[in-house]
């Protein structure tokens, strides 16, 4: 998107196209009372108070807005004493978290363009162009080029109701196009994490990517590996647990963005047909999970992203002559250690991924007690979920997961039934025959 020029040749800043409110379906009905009552704070300090971002484009697209962001001439400090319940957060970007209850409303000063002038702690940025620190206040016409994409350059003014459109992002919104503001390429350097919000954007709101846009990804995607594994975490919760996560994944395979966050996902994909097909039945089990209002975790989604890549290192560690259950924790320790490189797994995630992995091997062996005790692990049903997966997409034989679904769902007596079949069971008389074979005198 080409800037404006003054006539004597310096760079300009676009003038807004004022939508009146007459002209834009947005009402005040559509915005929460918290977001409102720090708009019109604001507003009456003499501080100017706009809604941005995802809650207008949402709005414009008719849907209800969750979350809602404001943009302000105020600084930090400013809006922090106008509100008891602000908390100043963040060093890299500051800004000021407004709480009420359960809701919180971000608050951002307008920013500005880094200049040499500014020292290290206002603005600082990476020789590859990265954005290390952006602590630059400016006018609402620079705050708006700072922004990432067209669709997300939309202002809301408290003070008349207004639409201000910098950046044409109603019309993107009207023909489905994502857009980035500026030159892409310096861009996705300033900080690469735009790739990953190009591939959500596009799969959560259903658009296309605009040419320019698109071009530059698979080139850059290996700039994702700057990014600290710490922030990918919260970037991956973004991209796989918001509902559209199947679509999501393909769209990052596609523009080979995947390999950079799960590379060992990605490379045994390559390697075994069946992985990619349990990745995407996992995402489609999430998104259905979420739009019928049912809890998820991301452990289940890291579990079966990874246990592909657990597989394949176990066999390895076998042919080499390691017994089964060694070779499974070696195996399950490296793709874990090889994993905390690119996205970090904080301990209350790794913990239960490790489990619904030890319990593939433990709902096979369901002799006697083991299979009431199975079922009664904290993890059992994530367990049973990622079975029932495996079956589906063809890594095991079927049989043991519709086995654990009538075990759940019989009385008793079925159960007592189910279990006395177990003998019949080829894989399960193998294990138990070789368990209860009596020792030979030479022994």
Request: charged share 30%; proline share 6%; glycine share 6%.
């Amino acid at each position: 998107m080409k800037s404006p020029h003054h006539e004597d040749g310096r760079p300009g800043l676009p003038a807004p196209r004022i939508i009146p409110r007459a002209e834009h379906p947005i009402s005040r009905q559509h915005i929460s009372d918290a977001a409102l009552k720090v708009l019109y704070r604001l507003d009456g300090a003499g501080f100017d108070a706009y809604l941005v971002g995802g809650c207008i484009r949402d709005a414009l697209l008719g849907k209800m807005p969750k979350d809602f962001d404001v943009a302000t001439n105020a600084t930090p400090e400013q809006v922090r004493e106008l509100f008891r319940n602000a908390r100043l957060i963040g060093r890299r970007f500051r800004i000021v978290h407004v709480r009420f209850g359960r809701e919180i409303i971000e608050v951002t000063t307008f920013r500005g363009k880094p200049q040499e002038s500014h020292a290290d702690h206002i603005a600082q940025q990476s020789d590859a162009g990265l954005l290390l620190r952006d602590n630059v206040w400016g006018r609402i016409e620079e705050d708006a080029l700072r922004r990432d994409f067209t669709v997300n350059a939309l202002y809301y003014s408290i003070a008349d109701f207004s639409l201000h459109d910098f950046a044409d992002g109603a019309r993107d919104i009207e023909t489905r196009t994502l857009r980035l503001i500026g030159d892409p390429e310096t861009r996705y350097r300033e900080d690469p994490v735009r790739m990953l919000r190009a591939v959500r954007f596009a799969a959560k709101l259903d658009f296309l990517l605009d040419a320019a846009t698109e071009a530059p990804i698979y080139e850059l995607a290996p700039l994702l590996l700057q990014i600290p594994p710490a922030r990918l975490f919260d970037e991956v919760l973004k991209l796989f647990m918001a509902g559209h996560g199947l679509m999501t994944f393909r769209l990052l395979s596609h523009y080979e963005l995947f390999g950079m966050l799960f590379p060992e996902a990605e490379e045994t994909m390559a390697d075994a047909a069946w992985a990619e097909q349990l990745i995407e039945a996992a995402l489609a089990n999430t998104d259905r999970r979420i739009a019928e209002g049912r809890p998820v975790t991301p452990a289940f989604l890291l579990a079966a992203f990874l246990w592909p890549a657990v597989m394949q290192r176990k066999a390895a560690f076998e042919q080499d002559g390691m017994p089964g259950i060694p070779a499974m924790q070696a195996a399950a320790q490296q793709v874990i250690s090889r994993q905390l490189q690119h996205v970090s797994i904080p301990k209350r995630f790794a913990m239960p991924v490790r489990d619904i992995w030890d319990l593939q091997e433990r709902l096979a062996k369901r002799q006697g007690k083991r299979a009431f005790q199975t079922r009664e692990h904290p993890r059992f049903r994530a367990a049973y979920d990622l079975l029932l997966l495996r079956e589906q997409a063809g890594e095991i034989s079927s049989g043991l997961g519709e086995w654990w679904t009538a075990f759940q769902q019989g009385d008793e007596h079925e159960q007592r039934r189910l279990l006395s079949k177990i003998g019949s069971d080829p894989a399960s008389r193998g294990k138990r025959s070789k368990r209860r074979r009596a020792p030979s005198p030479s022994e």
